[in-house]
């Protein structure tokens, strides 16, 4: 089918209804900014249920081309009888054109092509990094059925591509691959001076620190950095040297606060567990260096905002982070506690090798835009209902 005049493209939104602007609800709220803009063509009908919900950006509401469908019912019941039930099939679904899912969850069983990005399968990879209430809800998105019934795939890196390849049996030529883009909000802040001199009265941390940043769980391997940073504070070159890890408290929080508190250094290991989006400006711009020793990331936003804010970044050089980084950041084995301890060392006492890192990444950075993400996911719309 061909439509020579517009689209009417239903997006699910869901997953914006618990806030944040981070990770995968980071992704659909830049994705659809971007779409906006472009896009003033097609008619947008945004499927925002939640029985409690944050507010949306303003600005959508104002857009001639978007409209806002709100309903209140709990989604967890939603999913179940998707899940279960196979309905309920839900009038605008049928209604649409086509339907975007920013993420694999699940959708009621209608004709109507369908469209899914997918971000990683690390729950398939690496059960053990989730409680069983994640394994819960990955069962009811039943996945594996929505990535065969689905028009078409967006895979944000060439490993996600893969891993859907390989695991989910997903053709190739259903999936396309729309690197994400880089919040361009992160890149006006880093700018504002008087904004970094508010912040700077706000946080009275001690300097020099490294900073980790995202939700503290398994998969983020925190214990990794906590035990390498321990190690090189037994040189006193380091003896003033901090550790900030900033992000929520996710499964398996315990164990990285204990490993922290029987840290020989304890005193100097802060966490933030509630940092407002502006603020990572700051913590970014002014870290001798960001460390991201992450098991598995089907891309990774936090390495690209520190490049941005010009901090030198330590990266895990596992699944889709190589590919992102390439060479503009100090790779190491997220499994190797004595190779990432040498790798910081090696950053704190090479001026040439950081200096030449922060070049690297600022150029690195210039690779990823929303812009161009969004025009090539309209594309892809395009071409799922010909």
Aim: hydrophobic share 40%.
């Amino acid at each position: 089918m061909r439509y020579d005049s517009y689209m009417k493209i239903l997006m699910d939104i869901r997953l914006l209804a618990r806030g944040g602007t981070t990770g995968i609800s980071g992704y659909t709220q830049d994705l659809l900014q971007a779409l906006f803009e472009l896009d003033s063509e097609n008619q947008y009908q945004l499927f925002y249920n939640a029985f409690r919900k944050k507010s949306l950006p303003v600005a959508w509401y104002h857009k001639s081309n978007v409209t806002i469908l709100e309903r209140r019912i709990p989604n967890r019941l939603l999913d179940l009888s998707f899940r279960v039930l196979n309905g309920p099939k839900l009038p605008e679904f049928r209604a649409a054109d086509l339907v975007f899912s920013p993420h694999f969850m699940l959708t009621p069983p209608v004709k109507t092509p369908h469209v899914i990005t997918f971000h990683d399968l690390s729950f398939l990879h690496h059960p053990q990094f989730f409680s069983n209430k994640q394994h819960v809800w990955h069962w009811l998105q039943n996945y594996k059925v929505q990535a065969e019934r689905a028009a078409h795939i967006i895979a944000v890196s060439e490993f996600t591509k893969f891993d859907l390849i390989k695991l989910l049996g997903v053709p190739e030529k259903k999936i396309t691959v729309i690197q994400s883009g880089v919040n361009e909000e992160i890149k006006h802040l880093y700018k504002d001076t008087e904004f970094q001199e508010s912040l700077h009265k706000k946080y009275q941390f001690e300097w020099p620190y490294f900073l980790s940043l995202g939700t503290i769980e398994p998969r983020k391997n925190i214990l990794a950095l906590i035990r390498a940073f321990s190690f090189l504070k037994e040189d006193p070159a380091f003896k003033f040297h901090k550790l900030i890890v900033a992000g929520k408290k996710g499964f398996g929080f315990e164990d990285v606060a204990k490993e922290a508190k029987q840290s020989k250094y304890s005193s100097d290991i802060l966490f933030l567990h509630s940092v407002p989006d502006e603020d990572r400006v700051y913590l970014y711009t002014w870290a001798r260096a960001f460390i991201y020793p992450s098991f598995f990331e089907g891309f990774g936003f936090p390495p690209l905002e520190a490049q941005v804010c010009q901090t030198p970044v330590l990266a895990s050089d596992r699944t889709s982070l190589p590919e992102i980084l390439g060479d503009s950041a100090l790779l190491f084995n997220p499994w190797s506690v004595t190779e990432l301890t040498k790798k910081l060392f090696e950053l704190e006492t090479n001026e040439t090798l950081r200096e030449d890192l922060i070049s690297r990444g600022t150029k690195n950075v210039e690779r990823f835009n929303w812009s161009e993400a969004a025009r090539k996911t309209r594309e892809v719309f395009k071409q799922s209902v010909l």
